[in-house]
């Protein structure tokens, strides 16, 4: 008899990660006002874009924008489970754009390119990966796209 544990299944050691592999993440994520609304609190960021129905519906996009490094983050944690979910650590965020904006309601997917995958210069038991990641709103828009490097072990 074997068991399987569900901590197997999360993440991926570098020898299953191919360049040009490009993993679909699921489930997505709608945001709700509660979501900006704490994240907002917790990083103390208090931009009348994120918090202020009422000024925002005479801004250009006529009601409150969803915190950016909400979405960043929300992005992150859809592709871990897929990619960095056995990292070792991750090295580096670059590259982050915010293609569109996200409003409240907007739910949130995201897709993973690999683009790099090399071995530690230094440890032999581990390796880096590089990916890009899309997030996608319900209308299959990009709304970020960034770049991001994590170590994992060997398999």
């Known amino acids: 008899?074997?068991?399987?544990?569900?901590?197997?299944?999360?993440?991926?050691?570098?020898?299953?990660?191919?360049?040009?592999?490009?993993?679909?993440?699921?489930?997505?994520?709608?945001?709700?006002?509660?979501?900006?609304?704490?994240?907002?609190?917790?990083?103390?960021?208090?931009?009348?874009l994120h918090l202020d129905a009422h000024l925002m519906e005479s801004h250009q996009h006529g009601q409150i924008l969803v915190a950016g490094t909400y979405v960043l983050s929300l992005v992150v944690g859809i592709s871990i489970p897929d990619t960095s979910g056995k990292a070792i650590a991750n090295l580096e965020y670059e590259s982050i754009k915010h293609d569109a904006p996200v409003f409240i309601g907007d739910t949130v997917y995201a897709e993973s390119e690999v683009l790099e995958v090399r071995e530690s210069r230094r440890r032999p038991d581990r390796g880096v990966v590089y990916i890009e990641t899309r997030a996608l709103n319900q209308r299959d828009e990009t709304v970020l796209t960034m770049r991001r490097r994590f170590l994992v072990p060997k398999g």
């Open 1 to 48: 008899m074997t068991i399987h544990n569900a901590r197997d299944r999360y993440g991926r050691y570098l020898e299953e990660f191919q360049v040009g592999d490009i993993y679909k993440h699921w489930p997505g994520k709608t945001i709700t006002e509660s979501d900006n609304f704490l994240f907002c609190a917790i990083t103390m960021n208090t931009s009348p």
